[in-house]
């Protein structure tokens, strides 16, 4: 009986990683409207191998091409949400906890 659970739980485990490996991650970088300020070069890929957490972006906007832009026009983000509480209040954070960050500057992110 232990047996069986013991393969039971391997299995699922096997199963689960093969449904991660099936997952649409979406491209390696993915370039951003920036308005006024020119557009931004995400390395998506570098973050999700980073952050590990999907949802610490995508809670606030789904996966999806063009959804921050899409969610802007309905009205229901607010212009430099994404960019002040997401992308900007991260990497200060990890600034400030002396680990490597992103950039801060707007130089950093618009306009490359
Ligand atoms: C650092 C923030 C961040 C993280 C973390 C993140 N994403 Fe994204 N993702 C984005 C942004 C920004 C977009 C583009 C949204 C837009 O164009 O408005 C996007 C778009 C996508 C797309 C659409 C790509 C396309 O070509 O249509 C997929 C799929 C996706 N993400 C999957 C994932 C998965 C799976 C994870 C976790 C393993 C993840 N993302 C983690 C920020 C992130
Ligand atoms: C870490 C990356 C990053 C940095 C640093 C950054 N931005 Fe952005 N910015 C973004 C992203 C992502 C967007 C698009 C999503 C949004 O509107 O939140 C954006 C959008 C914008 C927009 C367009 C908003 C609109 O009306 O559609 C402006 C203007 C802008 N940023 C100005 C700035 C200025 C000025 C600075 C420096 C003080 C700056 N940004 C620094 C990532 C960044
Ligand atoms: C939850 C934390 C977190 C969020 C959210 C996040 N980043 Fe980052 N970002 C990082 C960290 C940590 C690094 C440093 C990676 C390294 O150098 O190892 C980084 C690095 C970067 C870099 C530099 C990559 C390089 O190759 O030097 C860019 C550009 C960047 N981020 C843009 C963005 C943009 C645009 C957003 C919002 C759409 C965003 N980041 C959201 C944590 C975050």
Do not use: W, Y
Not at 29 to 57: E, F
């Amino acid at each position: 009986m232990k047996n069986r659970m013991v393969f039971l739980i391997a299995g699922i485990l096997v199963f689960s990683s093969f449904v991660n490996a099936d997952q649409n991650k979406g491209p390696e970088t993915i370039v951003l409207d920036g308005g006024s300020k020119g557009k931004i070069a995400l390395p998506h890929l570098t973050h999700q191998n980073m952050l590990k957490d999907c949802n610490a972006c995508h809670s606030t906007f789904p996966q999806k091409t063009g959804s921050i832009q899409a969610l802007k026009a309905e009205g229901k983000l607010e212009n430099k949400f994404v960019m002040n509480n997401l992308c900007i209040a991260c990497h200060r954070a990890e600034k400030k906890a002396g680990k490597p960050s992103g950039p801060i500057s707007c130089s950093g992110c618009h306009g490359n």
